[in-house]
């Protein structure tokens, strides 16, 4: 077994591991870090793929910023995960049944004959100065320019979403406009009102 | 590496909404007061003027831009058209229900131009890519708008219902076209089409693909067994949020349909058809048959909605016999037809709903349409041709649309698809004619005149007596839509 293969199956090994913990440990803090070694071992089988780029910014984006927030968030929200996994187990049997009719249909219909070496052989290694991240950049700018500002309308719209399901204007607050408050004239404040000195 | 500036001129239209949308944010955020008034009427001139551009860059060719991944067609410019038209009608009727709920923030008019540039997107797509990102656009602003309703429990329930499945939905969808690029090793659908052709797809890969992708569409045309968020989406939204899923994304779900199947993956036809088949079947007799048990509407209009989703698919099951092609252009254009019939009517019924609802006041129940005839005589009439319609009687438009689907599938030589498609209406029809029974022959429960803005009441009544004209002369609607397939196949 080459070095390669060694390590791919080491790779697929822990990432199938560490999926599965994901929904089924019992603390949803876990849970998460189990979805970060999930991530590293997808991006270790992405460098095996010459997919440099890709498995630096699953690393950064997915594990440097979208789990980090994702954990805050879970520690934050303090969710009773008791009541989450009511029924749990209940639905497991049948649930998990399911899923193995699924998976085994799978297998049998896709097996290795389909995607295996002899029908997609694997393409010649690149070049030692072949850059991974110029080539990405040239087609996305070029050849797939339509799709990717198409995908920017698309968080767009995720952010008008967010906004305008979350914000609120609450009433009753007791919240000073400071523009209003910084130009707030004296005579609106303070009335001079002139009257005659009053004997006791 | 040689890069030529694509072409932009065929997707003006699409540029155009989508400068205007980025416009309609920066505007309300200043406007401040008229921010709400200004956004809709930006929102409805941008339709327009968008209308304008595609009559103007339409010249019946196909055009192929952005590294293939937009085509430019006669279908594609007659749908968009269509889907204009129904936004703004949707948008025209659901303005005052927004106001008396203090819904109709800028924000709502934003995500119906974004979902609008979603649909123009899905219609004129060639790429897998392309259709996708459209799709999702689409159901992102959708179910944004299904929770606009933030104090409702109910639509937050409906919208995270939408949601989750929706996810699910493109999940089951993104798996499916990873098969087809790992079969045809294209995602352009006429690469997807050639590969095919050329029998260099194992077919194996290629049927796999199609089921995950059939699935992903069988849930956003809402059609049996991937129906299950349909009534709770359609009650639990806001009515007018209703209206707007239950119009125009129809069309750009048949869009979808069209260049998937049909440009995509034509060669294997008989396999997606057999497919097709057990949705239709399933959807007509669930759609017609739970109706029957309905008491909300909204609900009621739901299963209809499935039902009528069902003999669309009809008319794409018949369009490649055994192998002979002949009868593909009139089967296709029949479910067109039967699809623009089902929007117009969509509009003007859950129209009519927002009709009779004020500030307060759901008229979401069919109880709340008793005695309609005694309040307002000519809204009850309006709800009467609405009815009729959808049940197929002749001569309304809802009759030639399923006459047009039923000859299609007869000439398919599918005599027991049509038998059972023509029995399952007739039990359809007694649930719209409960609603005609209701108007003219109970005692109204509420008495309460229908106070509506005059905009409203006269587009109400257009659009109810076109599908009472278009009934009586259907050719003109039935010929441009066959004439837009002939142009773009």
Redesign the interface.
């Given at each position: 077994m080459e070095f390669k293969t060694f390590v791919f199956y080491v790779m697929g090994a822990i990432l199938l591991f560490a999926a599965l913990r994901v929904i089924t440990a019992r603390n949803p803090v876990h849970a998460a870090l189990f979805l970060v070694l999930s991530f590293f071992s997808a991006a270790g089988i992405w460098l095996l793929l010459e997919a440099e780029f890709l498995a630096i910014v699953l690393v950064l984006v997915y594990v440097g910023a979208v789990m980090v927030l994702f954990l805050f968030v879970v520690m934050m929200l303090d969710i009773n995960t008791e009541r989450l996994r009511q029924g749990f187990w209940k639905h497991l049997p049948v649930g998990g049944l399911v899923g193995l009719l699924l998976a085994v249909q799978m297998i049998l219909v896709l097996g290795g004959s389909y995607f295996g070496h002899d029908v997609m052989p694997a393409p010649p290694p690149a070049d030692p100065d072949y850059s991974n991240t110029r080539e990405i950049g040239l087609v996305l700018y070029t050849e797939y320019v339509y799709p990717f500002e198409l995908a920017s309308l698309v968080l767009l719209i995720a952010m008008v979403a967010a906004v305008t399901l979350t914000l609120r204007k609450r009433k009753g607050t007791r919240y000073i406009n400071p523009s209003e408050q910084v130009s707030a004239q004296r005579k609106d404040r303070v009335e001079l009102v002139s009257m005659p000195a009053e004997k006791e | 590496?040689n890069?030529v500036v694509?072409d932009f001129y065929p997707a003006a239209a699409e540029i155009f909404v989508?400068v205007m949308?980025l416009v309609i944010?920066l505007a309300s955020t200043f406007a401040r007061r008229i921010a709400t008034a200004l956004a809709y009427y930006l929102t409805q001139a941008t339709l327009i003027v968008a209308a304008v551009v595609t009559v103007a860059t339409m010249d019946g060719q196909v055009m192929l831009t952005?590294?293939n991944?937009?085509v430019s067609d006669l279908m594609g410019d007659f749908l968009k058209l269509l889907i204009y038209f129904s936004v703004a009608i949707a948008l025209l009727y659901g303005r005052g229900y927004l106001a008396d709920r203090s819904m109709d923030?800028p924000?709502?008019y934003?995500?119906t131009l974004?979902m609008t540039?979603g649909m123009m997107?899905m219609v004129t797509s060639n790429?897998l890519?392309?259709l996708y990102?459209?799709l999702?656009?689409m159901s992102?602003?959708l179910?944004?708008m299904v929770?606009?309703d933030?104090e409702s429990a109910r639509s937050t329930e409906a919208a995270m219902k939408y949601f989750v499945l929706g996810a699910l939905a493109s999940g089951l969808l993104l798996y499916g076209m990873s098969m087809l690029y790992?079969a045809t090793g294209s995602m352009e659908f006429s690469g997807i089409a050639q590969a095919i052709y050329h029998q260099s797809a194992?077919s194996?890969?290629l049927v796999?693909g199609l089921v995950f992708v059939m699935a992903g569409l069988a849930f956003k045309l809402g059609v049996v067994p991937f129906h299950m968020w349909v009534p709770d989406v359609y009650q639990g939204a806001p009515t007018a949020v209703t209206l707007m899923i239950a119009s125009a994304p129809k069309l750009a779900a048949f869009a979808m349909a069209m260049r998937l199947l049909v440009y995509g993956l034509f060669e294997i036809a008989e396999h997606w058809q057999s497919m097709l088949m057990f949705l239709a079947v399933l959807s007509i007799v669930l759609g017609n048959i739970a109706a029957i048990a309905q008491t909300n509407i909204k609900r009621m209009l739901a299963y209809s909605g499935i039902a009528h989703m069902g003999f669309v698919l009809l008319g794409l099951l018949s369009g490649v016999v055994d192998g002979d092609r002949h009868f593909a252009l009139n089967a296709y254009s029949s479910a067109m037809f039967y699809a623009v019939a089902y929007v117009m009517m969509s509009l003007a019924s859950f129209g009519m709903i927002i009709l009779l609802s004020r500030a307060g006041f759901e008229a979401e129940n069919i109880d709340d349409f008793k005695g309609l005839n005694q309040r307002s005589s000519w809204f009850a009439l309006m709800m009467l041709i609405i009815m009729f319609s959808m049940a197929g009687v002749p001569f309304f438009i809802g009759f030639f649309a399923k006459l047009s689907v039923l000859q299609a599938v007869v000439a398919a030589g599918y005599i027991w698809l049509a038998v059972l498609a023509v029995v399952m209406s007739l039990i359809g029809a007694f649930y719209y004619l409960r609603v005609v029974k209701v108007m003219y022959f109970d005692a109204p429960e509420d008495s309460a005149p229908i106070h509506a803005p005059a905009d409203v009441k006269v587009m109400l009544s257009v659009n109810g007596l076109a599908i009472a004209v278009l009934g009586l002369l259907p050719q003109g609607l039935m010929s441009l839509c066959a004439y837009a397939l002939i142009a773009s196949l």
């Open positions: - | 590496m890069f694509p989508a949308a944010m952005f590294s991944m937009f923030r924000e709502y934003l995500l974004l540039l997107v790429h890519l392309t990102i459209g999702e656009m992102l602003s179910y944004a929770a606009f933030r790992g194992n194996t890969v796999f």
